[in-house]
């Protein structure tokens, strides 16, 4: 019996650490990429917005840094400066924080009961407090049109939750999640899970 307390133990522990260096994902993929069309190069469309504003052109930067990795786990390339890429891909990333009402720290999470006080035992009310942590949900999502005729061809999406926002090797393992698949669409939704880079 201890044998298989220490076995169920150490699993759970190897499980944990699993956790740590991983990012399990909701994914959704939709659209037609013909059976015949092999991936090929391919340029990051960005938005009018994206380019004037300083900050969103950064942020645009950053989202498409962490999809460059998954783009080519897929098969394609980007395209030279100065060439024609065969697909247009166009990147984003949503943020929505949850916040369960248990969070408010004056809500009342106590009980009835019986209790003793010194020499007195009889009912009370039980009062403490409680602060859950935030959750906060990221949602990434990548489309890939064909340059030419403008044509969506593939659109997928993952998105997951978390107890603070997503950082670029997150992100970057949130894309890889979304085009797993590529370029069939599977299951939708599905959990999929990517060990973070450099893990």
């Known amino acids: 019996m201890r044998t298989v307390l220490v076995l169920a133990a150490a699993t759970a522990l190897l499980g944990g650490c699993a956790a740590l260096n991983s990012v399990?994902?909701?994914?959704?993929?939709?659209?037609?990429?013909?059976?015949?069309?092999?991936?090929?190069?391919?340029a990051f469309e960005r938005l009018p917005s994206q380019e004037a504003e300083p900050t969103a052109k950064a942020r645009a930067e950053a989202l498409e840094a962490a999809a460059a990795a998954a783009l080519a786990k897929a098969g394609f390339t980007r395209a030279a400066a100065g060439t024609s890429p065969d697909v247009l891909v166009q990147v984003g990333h949503r943020v929505q924080r949850e916040r369960a009402i248990w969070a408010d720290p004056l809500w009342w999470r106590g009980g009835f009961g019986y209790y003793r006080h010194g020499p007195w035992y009889g009912p009370g009310w039980g009062l403490n407090y409680r602060v859950d942590t935030v959750r906060v949900e990221s949602e990434v999502a990548v489309l890939l049109r064909d340059?030419?005729?403008?044509?969506?061809?593939?659109?997928?999406?993952?998105?997951?939750?978390?107890?603070?926002?997503?950082?670029?090797?997150?992100?970057?393992?949130?894309?890889?999640?979304?085009?797993?698949?590529?370029?069939?669409?599977?299951?939708?939704?599905?959990?999929?899970?990517?060990?973070?880079?450099?893990?």
């Not at 399990?24 to 391919?42: F, I, L, N, Q």
């Not at 669409?185 to 999929?192: C, I």
């Open 24 to 42: 399990t994902s909701e994914v959704a993929s939709y659209g037609e990429w013909p059976t015949d069309r092999k991936p090929g190069t391919y």
């Open 147 to 199: 340059r030419a005729s403008g044509k969506p061809l593939y659109e997928a999406r993952a998105s997951t939750d978390s107890s603070s926002r997503a950082d670029p090797a997150m992100l970057s393992a949130m894309y890889q999640a979304a085009l797993m698949d590529f370029p069939k669409t599977g299951l939708n939704p599905r959990r999929v899970t990517v060990p973070l880079p450099g893990s």
